[in-house]
């Protein structure tokens, strides 16, 4: 096993002036961001289109590496790294599209495909694979082709091969934006599971809705951190996320029109069924 980086914490990420520019780029998709994510907490990343939130979900898990400044993945400099075993168990990452990342001829074997390459003995590579099967509600797809599964089951099947390799944090970059509603609100039941039972969980979403019940949310702008702070501090303010080009949350905006013409509502409230509440209370 590779060495940690002295005094880096194990269930950390910790991104430490982070700077990435593609090649033949006139500007950097992010600049001097500083941040720290902590295991066992759910973040909600949002950001208009090329405002950097891809970029760093990639640079979390060493798949690409800072080209200034660095990323340290539960210990693990990433720009050392980014190829080893360490990075790729501690950090794991599911992409939009799921059809990117399915390699295997069933699903079964699509999810010990990750714990196979950690080179573990059989015997855990399948207690892991049932596991994960289980956890993500597919093992009654374990004999299926993966390429013949709608697109909410692929992604769970996606997520099932992340959850087998244990890691301390699933990224997720943007994966229920080619979802249906049932398959979206599945994925996020699975991801709270995830974080209840101690990952940190890293959504990349455009759905503001989703973010709700982040323990953090983070926007960037421009390649920088715009806005960090709790659902109700950062999406409870329709105006300054319009400024971001975020549409706001519909109910966030009829709050802001009732605080307006002098109603006094609690802090925080995000969802129709909190206001319908309050309206009734």
């Not at 006139?26 to 973040?43: C, Q, W």
Request: hydrophobic share 40%; proline share 5%.
């Amino acid at each position: 096993m590779t060495p940690m980086v002295s005094g880096a914490p194990p269930g950390i990420i910790s991104v430490e002036g982070l700077t990435y520019v593609y090649e033949g780029a006139d500007s950097p998709a992010l600049e001097e961001i500083n941040i720290e994510f902590s295991r066992g907490k759910s973040y909600a990343l949002l950001g208009r289109n090329g405002s950097g939130k891809s970029t760093l979900a990639r640079c979390l898990n060493g798949l690409i590496v800072p080209t200034a400044g660095r990323v340290v993945s539960c210990g693990h400099d990433t720009s050392r790294e980014a190829l080893s075993n360490e990075v790729a168990r501690s950090v794991a990452l599911v992409f939009q599209n799921p059809d990117t990342q399915l390699v295997g001829a069933t699903v079964e074997e699509e999810v010990a495909f990750g714990p196979e390459n950690l080179g573990l003995p059989s015997d855990r590579i399948r207690a892991r694979v049932d596991e994960a099967m289980e956890r993500a509600g597919v093992t009654d797809l374990a004999e299926r082709q993966p390429h013949r599964l709608s697109q909410g089951q692929k992604q769970l099947v996606a997520i099932a091969g992340a959850i087998a390799m244990e890691p301390d944090f699933l990224v997720s970059d943007e994966s229920t934006s080619m979802l249906d509603y049932s398959s979206r609100q599945r994925v996020l039941e699975l991801f709270e599971e995830l974080r209840s039972s101690g990952m940190g969980i890293i959504h990349v979403t455009h759905f503001l809705e989703e973010a709700v019940t982040a323990d953090e949310v983070v926007v960037l702008e421009s390649g920088a951190v715009a806005e960090r702070g709790s659902p109700s501090s950062v999406l409870g303010n329709p105006e300054r996320l319009r400024a971001l080009g975020l549409e706001p949350l519909p109910v966030s905006v009829v709050t802001r029109e009732l605080e307006r013409i002098g109603h006094r509502l609690p802090r925080g409230v995000l969802t129709a069924g909190e206001l319908v509440a309050w309206l009734y209370a």
